[in-house]
């Protein structure tokens, strides 16, 4: 049995799936940087075709990787309604590394076009006799699922209603493929269907009932919030509208990301075809009769040895040729330049100095297409945020040890490279000396705090400002 036979005795077509599935290959090979019949092909020297290996200067996976720093890092805030909820939740992400989880999966996401963030609770046990979860031990976990393992079931205009997600693992020498499938019930409640099989995608059985201890095969969530959430950037997808996958943020620039490793590659070549040679006669490489050694070393790459019956006066010759590496780097950098207006970045964020890329770190403006595009793809971030964040809370506190209210979730987006945030909160912080900003205002802005943490640590500061006072004695007195 293979996953086609298995989804379509499940009663689901997953033929979009599988038609999907060179794209999200291309877009894979050029993230890794080496394209089959790009960066390796054949050239015939006139004897014979000789392989060569392109350079790749891995254009794909550092577009990929900036965008993943400019959407999600350590900067950024997801706040609950009140304090313990946000402690609660911090907690829950240090305990799955999320940040880095988080941060990753963005940069698989926009580098082939989809990808998955997953809530499980795991250690949870089943006892089969009075079909009770025993919850004593469980734990909330947070998993990263990328494209090439994500199957699609039902969607509506565009968005991902039921899916199912194929992992692999390896225990004791032997494969085993596991199948998620989160899918709605007639309550419209999500059932969470595992499968275990051992074997290989085109050809597996099911694992034997000893090899699945501990294994739930159904588990009911009991609610209607998904435990998954679709990561994509936020770009129409002009290969199939119809696809519930989305595309690569640099899907559209394959050619330039082609004609920027020509332009890298080509660089290389002019230092290694343009490096200074020396040609010898014959006599020079002989033995010398006097010590019995040779004048030249004959492994020296550098030293070329003059043809049979060639004349020359001279018993040594130079080659000087002049290189053009100006010419290379300049069209390394003009290709560079479309790069970054293609995949949403605006002009000259890119600059290649002959040695490395180097990115533009400043401040950027509001006006800039670089702005608008990274609050078009937060938008979608967001939602995906919100819907995890939802699908924690609910999860802790329905299966896990600990409540938390997720019924107001902000975000607040690192948005340093965007204004100069330093400056502004000396701004604001002379504002509220002078009365023309509340401490409110400040403290929502400049503490990532929302509307009630604001209030509560407003509470905190006037107490123990009555209390510093009551100290030094200058409590107040009451008038008889």
Request: hydrophobic share 35%.
């Amino acid at each position: 049995m293979n996953l086609q036979q298995f989804f379509s005795k499940q009663g689901y077509d997953i033929s979009e799936k599988l038609n999907w599935k060179s794209h999200i290959d291309t877009w894979n090979s050029w993230y890794i940087g080496k394209v089959r019949k790009f960066h390796t092909y054949y050239i015939y020297n006139g004897q014979r075709k000789v392989k060569m290996e392109k350079k790749s200067i891995q254009g794909a996976k550092k577009v990929s990787e900036d965008w993943a720093d400019l959407l999600y890092n350590e900067k950024v805030k997801i706040n609950l309604k009140k304090k313990k909820d946000t402690e609660a939740l911090e907690e829950i992400f240090r305990q799955n590394n999320a940040t880095v989880i988080i941060n990753k999966g963005i940069e698989k996401s926009f580098a082939l076009g989809t990808g998955a963030l997953v809530v499980s609770v795991q250690d949870m046990e089943k006892d089969e006799t009075n079909n009770i979860i025993d919850v004593t031990n469980a734990k909330i976990k947070l998993e990263f699922v990328e494209a090439k393992k994500i199957i699609p079931l039902t969607w509506e205009n565009g968005i991902i209603k039921e899916c199912a997600f194929v992992t692999v693992k390896y225990k004791k020498g032997q494969t085993y493929i596991y199948v998620a499938m989160h899918v709605l019930n007639e309550q419209g409640n999500y059932i969470i269907k595992n499968y275990m099989f051992k074997g290989k995608y085109n050809s597996f059985v099911e694992a034997n009932e000893d090899e699945k201890e501990g294994f739930i095969k159904e588990f009911d969530t009991k609610g209607n919030i998904p435990w998954f959430a679709i990561i994509t950037p936020n770009i129409c997808n002009n290969i199939d509208s119809e696809s519930p996958f989305g595309i690569s943020v640099y899907a559209n620039s394959i050619d330039t990301l082609k004609s920027l490793d020509n332009a890298y590659d080509g660089l290389d070549n002019e230092i290694i075809i343009g490096r200074r040679r020396i040609f010898v006669s014959s006599e020079m490489l002989s033995y010398d009769d006097g010590e019995g050694r040779m004048v030249f070393d004959p492994s020296d790459i550098s030293v070329y040895r003059m043809p049979q019956g060639f004349k020359k006066d001279n018993m040594i010759e130079h080659d000087d040729a002049s290189l053009r590496t100006s010419s290379y780097i300049e069209a390394v950098n003009y290709q560079l330049n479309i790069l970054s207006s293609k995949v949403g970045f605006g002009n000259e964020r890119y600059k290649f100095d002959g040695q490395a890329i180097q990115t533009a770190t400043g401040v950027i403006s509001e006006n800039s297409d670089m702005f608008r595009t990274i609050k078009k793809h937060e938008q979608v971030l967001e939602n995906s945020l919100i819907t995890v964040v939802k699908a924690i809370a609910y999860a802790s506190s329905t299966f896990g040890n600990q409540t938390i209210d997720a019924s107001k979730v902000t975000i607040d987006f690192d948005d340093s490279i965007i204004e100069d945030r330093g400056a502004e909160q000396v701004r604001a912080m002379q504002e509220v000396a002078q009365d023309l900003r509340s401490h409110k205002s400040y403290i929502e802005n400049y503490r990532n705090l929302n509307k009630e943490q604001a209030l509560e640590e407003m509470e905190q500061i006037q107490q123990e400002k009555m209390s510093n006072q009551e100290a030094f004695g200058f409590s107040q007195i009451k008038e008889e």
